[in-house]
């Protein structure tokens, strides 16, 4: 057994993101996003779900903050829905949009916690989406809009700002493999709106930084994974580290480096896409930003797959126990993930934006009992120590979620929250994990 004991300055939190949760999608004025659409197209999303309802986090956030309150969370990171504020993307402001988030944030700092606040976690107006979406650089000047109005508005209140979540996702998830809106396919498109995304991101910092908002922090939250490889083979390696390249160095290298790695720009042109930089994009995309969010969920033993078209990198199955979403729980993972980062972007700090575990355990005599979600946190929170021991800067850790939500294009078919949500009652129970967390808060210690 080993005790496992964190620093006591390292900050907690729990995550959520406006579409998942909040509901209220026809109230208050609020326009309709990519995700309206997407999940109203039949066949998109499992069992036809929506985020219409969700968990009415808009009209139930005081019960919520009172619930990450209990918790105990230094930070609650949240998203702001684009279309609340802009109803059509740009242009007219929706005040009631704005007043809703006053109220939530105001509530938080009321009871301690910390509003962490992510600009974009992939609800993008349908007005721009009609226009071109992310693929039209015009949507880079919209955000940069929409992120400096959210500045100026609650810079006195917020501090810690994200401005794009997963830009993976954004880009190929949602562009090229299709599974998230706005579902298109095409692989140039997808390579364009990953490098509109960032400058997007760099743009942002710029104002951020014109506005000059007082102990302000700006960061960006990535995805990761870990590929380990299956042999000593070269194709295995290569494989290895171009899907780890795919998802955290295409990323990372311009944010850090203001380059693309050039073994992808390869790659991807041999697939038939380019990536198109205006002049000045690079220098803008390097702005410096003053943490690095990072999200990991899992990672696997991998090798080369022959025929096997844009990803080429398949994953072995050594055994490892899954989440209920089928995803391997790879520790270890995480751990070089984080060292891998570490030793190549050099010392920004990091928060761990996010980090969870999908369990479909139910309601039994009003408690429920998410064994599983316990052991992947614990096993999880062991490996970030290993990592902070060995020198990554990591100063918080933030997990997905504070509540069961609408999870993608898995509706609410999958579990991720601390907090049960009853779907029909909108009932929230807390869950075992959810006490578990409370305790390592407060104790910053527990045995694995
Ligand atoms: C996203 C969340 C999502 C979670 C679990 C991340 O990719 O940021 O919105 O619910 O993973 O899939």
Not at 341 to 354: A, R
Request: aromatic content about 14%; overall charge negative.
């Amino acid at each position: 057994m080993a005790i496992i004991q964190l620093p006591q300055d390292l900050k907690f939190g729990v995550a959520t993101a406006a579409y998942q949760i909040e509901g209220a999608a026809n109230e208050d004025g609020r326009g309709q996003s990519i995700w309206d659409t997407f999940s109203k197209t039949p066949g998109k999303v499992d069992n036809g779900d929506n985020g219409d309802i969700a968990c009415d986090s808009y009209h139930r956030y005081e019960e919520d903050v009172q619930l990450i309150k209990e918790l105990g969370t230094d930070m609650y990171r949240f998203s702001v829905s684009w279309p609340r504020i802009f109803p059509n993307g740009t242009g007219e402001v929706n005040q009631k949009g704005l007043d809703y988030y006053h109220k939530l944030v105001d509530a938080l700092i009321q009871n301690d916690i910390e509003p962490m606040c992510t600009l974009y976690h992939w609800d993008l107006p349908q007005a721009l989406q009609d226009k071109g979406g992310w693929a039209n650089r015009d949507t880079i000047e919209a955000f940069v809009q929409y992120a400096e109005l959210m500045f100026q508005e609650f810079g006195g209140k917020i501090k810690k700002w994200i401005t794009i979540n997963e830009p993976w996702c954004v880009s190929f998830l949602s562009n090229y493999i299709g599974e998230h809106a706005p579902g298109h396919t095409d692989l140039q498109l997808a390579v364009d709106v990953s490098h509109h995304l960032l400058v997007a991101h760099g743009k942002a910092v710029k104002a951020f930084r014109r506005l000059g908002i007082e102990n302000g922090e700006i960061g960006i939250a990535p995805n990761s994974t870990w590929k380990e490889p299956f042999s000593t083979e070269q194709e295995d390696k290569d494989a290895c580290q171009r899907e780890i390249g795919f998802i955290i160095d295409w990323f990372f290298e311009p944010l850090f480096k203001g380059q693309y790695p050039d073994y992808l720009v390869e790659w991807y042109k041999q697939k038939g896409a380019t990536v198109h930089i205006a002049e000045g994009d690079m220098k803008l995309i390097q702005e410096p930003i003053d943490f690095v969010g990072i999200n990991y969920y899992d990672g696997s033993v991998a090798r080369y797959k022959k025929n096997s078209g844009l990803f080429d990198c398949e994953m072995i199955d050594m055994g490892y126990n899954r989440t209920d979403i089928g995803w391997p729980i790879y520790p270890e993972g995480f751990y070089k993930m984080l060292t891998y980062v570490h030793n190549k972007y050099g010392d920004t700090p990091i928060y761990i934006t996010e980090n969870g575990a999908c369990y479909n355990d139910d309601v039994h005599n009003n408690e429920v009992n998410d064994i599983g979600r316990i052991n992947y946190l614990k096993t999880h929170i062991a490996a970030l120590q290993r990592a902070m021991d060995s020198g990554v800067p990591v100063k918080g850790y933030i997990c997905w979620s504070l509540l069961d939500n609408f999870e993608w294009a898995k509706g609410y078919t999958m579990r991720f929250g601390l907090v049960h949500i009853n779907y029909r009652t909108l009932e929230r129970t807390p869950k075992d994990s959810y006490y578990w967390y409370q305790k390592i808060i407060q104790n910053k210690w527990y045995e694995l």
